[in-house]
T-cell receptor, first 118, second 118 residues
Framework: AQTVTQSQPEMSVQEAETVTLSCTYD???????LFWYKQPPSRQMILVIR??????QNATENRFSVNFQKAAKSFSLKISDSQLGDAAMYFC???????????????FGKGTKLSVKP | DSGVTQTPKHLITATGQRVTLRCSPR?????VYWYQQSLDQGLQFLIQ???????AKGNILERFSAQQFPDLHSELNLSSLELGDSALYFC?????????????????FGEGSWLTVV
């Protein structure tokens, strides 16, 4: 079965500092997207950033960036200049494999709860 | 606002009952996904529809069923409810089934429907 592993159940960061959340996956596809979603206390799932696996360049969205290591199947999220509003659960997601254009669903890791200290 | 609309937002019902959750995808999106988020199981993929047809099935119980209508809205039917069915049910949508080169599988989530079975 395809899996997504987030090895850090909880992380804490000081406001304005940088934190990195880890994720590994094991899809067998060669071309795919990877995603980080944020779930604040409101429980809404918010797309943070996505990475195209066939691109070498790491994706960046403002203070959020990824470190994508395709060979290692590693996809970490770096949050720079952390803000109080970044406190949330963060989920890494990847396709289940056997993409073939017939599926688009994602498999999610169990999440990392990020706390931001003022 | 993701553009995905779910109703109702909250629902309390008794064991053995049946409920229907409704979802309107983002304008133009053909794929609809249903996910269940519970405390012990994390975020679980239930089922995907693409343009009215079932495209992928995950960990969906036989007591649960879904459909996507010609106007592309979707309904998730949960029957013979048990206490363990209490969870947050998300609907999500994407433009296509999943073309990694087209970016069509970026999934956008609704705010979820909280189901409490008592």
């Amino acid at each position: 079965a395809q899996t997504v592993t987030q090895s850090q159940p909880e992380m804490s960061v000081q406001e304005a500092e940088t934190v990195t959340l880890s994720c590994t996956y094991d899809t067998s596809e060669s071309d795919y997207y990877l995603f980080w979603y944020k779930q604040p206390p409101s429980r809404q799932m918010i797309l943070v950033i996505r990475q195209e696996a066939y691109k070498q360049q790491n994706a960046t969205e403002n203070r959020f960036s990824v470190n994508f290591q395709k060979a290692a199947k590693s996809f970490s999220l770096k949050i720079s200049d952390s803000q109080l509003g970044d406190a949330a659960m963060y989920f890494c997601a990847s396709p289940p494999g056997n993409y073939g254009g017939s599926q688009g669903n994602l498999i999610f890791g169990k999440g990392t709860k990020l706390s931001v200290k003022p | 606002d993701s553009g995905v609309t779910q109703t109702p937002k909250h629902l309390i019902t008794a064991t053995g009952q049946r409920v229907t959750l409704r979802c309107s995808p983002r304008s133009g999106d053909l794929s609809v996904y249903w996910y269940q988020q519970s405390l012990d199981q994390g975020l679980q993929f239930l089922i995907q529809y693409y343009n009215g047809e079932e495209r992928a099935k995950g960990n969906i119980l036989e007591r649960f069923s879904a459909q996507q209508f010609p106007d592309l809205h979707s309904e998730l039917n949960l029957s013979s409810l048990e206490l363990g069915d209490s969870a947050l049910y998300f609907c999500a949508s994407s433009a296509r089934t999943g073309d990694p080169r087209g970016g069509g599988n970026t999934i956008y989530f609704g705010e979820g429907s909280w189901l409490t079975v008592v």
